[in-house]
């Protein structure tokens, strides 16, 4: 099993920044990638952005240029530096981790608890 720590949310006003931070432990052979995913009050969860173990990254259209994505895979840790913080990012954001478990060396995925960040005007 393997455990998602989220940390970073906050209140913010408008134009600010916050960095969230997510560590996983536990049962890891390998991590083939870790993102951010948010969910806005009374709506889906969304794909925010996404790093594979290479580095390579995917970002939702809706915070390209303002958001970026980056991970310590020394540390297991994934880390979304949001900037230019607009109210609709209002949301509870989740890690998601898509790993390789040491003990059956399957793939699975995790998710982290979920932390509010809130963007006021």
């Known amino acids: 099993q393997v455990q998602l720590v989220e940390s970073g949310g906050g209140l913010v006003q408008a134009g600010g920044s916050l960095r969230l931070s997510c560590a996983a432990s536990?049962?890891?052979?390998?991590?083939?990638?870790m993102g951010w995913y948010r969910q806005p009050p009374g709506k889906q969860r969304e794909l925010v952005a996404s790093?594979?173990?290479?580095?390579?990254?995917n970002c939702a259209d809706s915070v390209k240029g303002r958001f970026t994505i980056s991970r310590d895979n020394a540390k297991n840790t994934v880390y979304l530096q949001m900037n230019s913080l607009k109210p609709e990012d209002t949301a509870v954001y989740y890690c998601?981790?898509?790993?390789?478990?040491?003990?059956?060396?399957?793939?699975?995925?995790?998710w982290g608890q979920g932390t509010q960040v809130t963007v006021s005007p």
């Open positions: 536990g049962s890891i052979f390998s991590i083939n990638a």
């Open positions: 998601n981790a898509d790993y390789t478990s040491k003990y059956s060396y399957t793939r699975q995925i995790s």
């Open positions: 790093i594979t173990s290479g580095g390579g990254t």
